[in-house]
């Protein structure tokens, strides 16, 4: 999948959704204990060179306006990977990620991988060092400009002749129209429209009815840096005080210190300001420096509700076309789907809505509507098989795979990065494996830095759970791999109860556990 700021790999997808749960969730509502202490995410580990080469995944974020000459993109790295790295593991000709070189994954922390794995970047390839074996992600690196216009010689010619046809065009056809008009007896039968298109009324449940009520209350995101690299991606309004809601990786260049605005359909610019973000969960609220009273936020929906096959419209600016409309379906739900956040250090989780509207760089952060207009997804990441890389003069498109994180989760987090400013995390408190594997998350022997593999007096330890068990199933989505239970976690609150089934000595056990909490992304 492509994003629009540099990072780093994207771990391995599985191959198929988790099944889903027979009776759909209640909304997302807000979460308790926000100040509960948590494990920090870990820093994703630089990757070998040499890894194997598959599909590129990348965030749909900004598209690059503020990137240098070499496209703004991180330096590729050596070393030793991190303790309680964030690697998503590399499973070769897997869509939902990109990947970086091959090498075994290591042990995450609670509720986080960890250990050696493949890094790359949204869309740059990754530096040297152990990981999991996977594509390699690249960034996108601008836009293509365009054709020079002929100055000189026939191309002046052939703009001459255009000229003078029209010209003679238009002298026939008011000749003609002066004719037609003397020798009009009255048995015309030509119709004409009682209104001019731009006058028409268009029905709420069309497309262009939702657009017309939409449009108006997303906004362009320009991010700047303090050393002046950046990109544009999208957001939406979320209330009436201002706050704007979007991907994290959007804005992760402005986070210290550096320069937001946000620009509406008609024009109007507003300096904004970094709320909070979650990078974790790859999304972020701005504020508008004052704001208008006459903000509009838009309706969200009920992403537990949407089925496959339901229309989809999304809203961005791709490549920088601000306000651009495109439509689709929804493809699949509860896809896990793992990236970099854009800053090199951390990976982001989610069970995804995956549709096939036209996603690109710079629909980052925009609103995936449904038929009635209501919010069901912020668009975030989409695959890609274009070999644009850093500096290049091509780019990553979209080829009808683009990922939403559902707006039930978005909705608690934002609400809490509104109240507290940090994201809340739901936790089991064990370390599990991020080796290839469809058989479920295996929880390590030894922990992230040395730590337990078990989380004392945790969730986990308090329900049984021991270091070799493998989990297979939470509640009744199937997990299949360490990346996809921690994104089928954080579609929880903390103190959810949840079912863990997993697998010890050849038997398959169930039990139930409370969900805790962790606050904050480090």
Same mark, same amino acid.
């Given at each position: ?19 889903p ?16 202490p948590?494990?920090p ?11 194997? !080469?598959g599909p ?18 991180? !330096?590729?790295?050596? $070393?030793?990977?991190? %303790? ?8 070769p ?21 960890? /250990? ?9 390839? /990754? ?22 216009k002929? *100055? ?15 010209v ?50 997303? #906004? =362009? ?15 939406f309004?979320?209330?009436? !005080?201002?706050? +704007? ?22 024009? *109007? ?17 701005? *504020? ?19 089925a496959? $096959? ?14 651009? #409309?495109t ?35 710079g ?12 919010? +069901? ?31 039930n ?9 509104? !109240? ?14 991020? %080796? ?9 022997? %030894? ?14 330890? *308090? ?13 009744d989505? #199937? ?6 239970? +921690?994104?089928?976690?954080w ?14 000595? $050849?038997?398959?056990? =169930? ?9 904050g992304?480090s």
């Amino acid at each position: 999948m492509s994003t629009e700021n540099e990072g780093t790999a994207v771990p391995p997808a599985p191959s198929a959704p988790p099944v889903p749960v027979d009776a759909p969730a209640a909304s997302a509502t807000q979460a308790s204990d926000a100040g509960a202490p948590t494990t920090p995410v870990p820093p994703v580990p630089p990757t070998t060179p040499g890894g194997a !080469q598959g599909p590129e995944l990348v965030h749909a974020g900004p598209g690059p306006s503020y990137a240098s000459a070499e496209g703004g993109a991180p !330096q590729q790295g050596a $070393g030793a990977a991190p %303790e309680g790295g964030w690697p998503p593991p590399q499973v070769p000709g897997t869509p939902p990620y990109g990947g970086g070189a091959e090498g075994a994954g290591g042990a995450g922390g609670y509720d986080a991988p960890g /250990g050696a794995g493949a890094t790359g970047g949204y869309d740059a390839p /990754g530096g040297a060092g152990a990981g999991g074996a996977g594509p390699t992600g690249v960034w996108g690196a601008g836009y293509q400009q365009p054709a020079p216009k002929p *100055k000189n010689g026939r191309g002046g010619l052939v703009a001459a002749v255009l000229v003078a046809a029209l010209v003679a065009g238009g002298l026939g056809g008011g000749l003609g129209y002066t004719l037609a008009k003397d020798n009009d007896n009255g048995s015309s039968t030509t119709v004409s429209a009682s209104d001019s298109g731009g006058s028409v009324k268009r029905d709420a449940g069309t497309v262009a009815g939702v657009a017309q009520r939409a449009l108006p209350s997303t #906004v =362009t995101i320009e991010a700047e840096s303090t050393n002046g690299e950046g990109g544009t991606g999208t957001g939406f309004v979320f209330d009436k !005080q201002g706050h +704007i809601v979007t991907n994290n990786h959007v804005v992760a260049d402005a986070v210290d210190g550096g320069k937001l605005t946000a620009t509406f359909p008609d024009g *109007k610019k507003y300096d904004a300001e970094v709320v909070g973000h979650a990078q974790g969960y790859d999304v972020a609220v701005i *504020k508008l420096k004052n704001a208008p009273n006459d903000l509009r936020p838009l309706t969200l929906g009920n992403s537990d509700q949407v089925a496959v $096959g339901d229309s989809t419209i999304a809203i961005g600016a791709p490549f920088g076309l601000s306000n651009t #409309v495109t439509t689709g379906i929804i493809s699949a739900k509860n896809r896990p789907v793992a990236s970099s956040d854009g800053s090199g250090s951390n990976a982001s989780y989610m069970s995804a809505l995956q549709t096939d509207a036209s996603i690109n760089p710079g629909n980052s952060g925009g609103p995936l509507l449904d038929a009635q207009g209501n919010v +069901i997804g912020i668009n975030s990441a989409i695959q890609s098989t274009g070999s644009g890389g850093l500096g290049g003069t091509s780019q990553s498109g979209s080829i009808g795979l683009g990922f939403a994180i559902p707006i039930n989760q978005a909705k608690y987090v934002a609400q809490q990065l509104i !109240q507290t400013g940090k994201p809340v995390y739901a936790k089991i408190g064990a370390s599990v494996s991020l %080796e290839d594997s469809s058989g479920g998350a295996k929880i390590t022997t %030894e922990g992230a830095g040395g730590s337990a593999p078990v989380e004392a007096g945790g969730p986990a330890a *308090k329900a049984g759970l021991k270091p070799g068990d493998v989990i297979t199933k939470l509640d009744d989505s #199937v997990i299949d791999s360490g990346p996809t239970l +921690i994104g089928e976690i954080w579609t929880h609150k903390p103190g959810d109860q949840v079912k863990i089934t997993y697998e010890r000595d $050849g038997k398959t056990h =169930t039990v139930s556990l409370t969900l805790g909490s962790r606050t904050g992304d480090s």
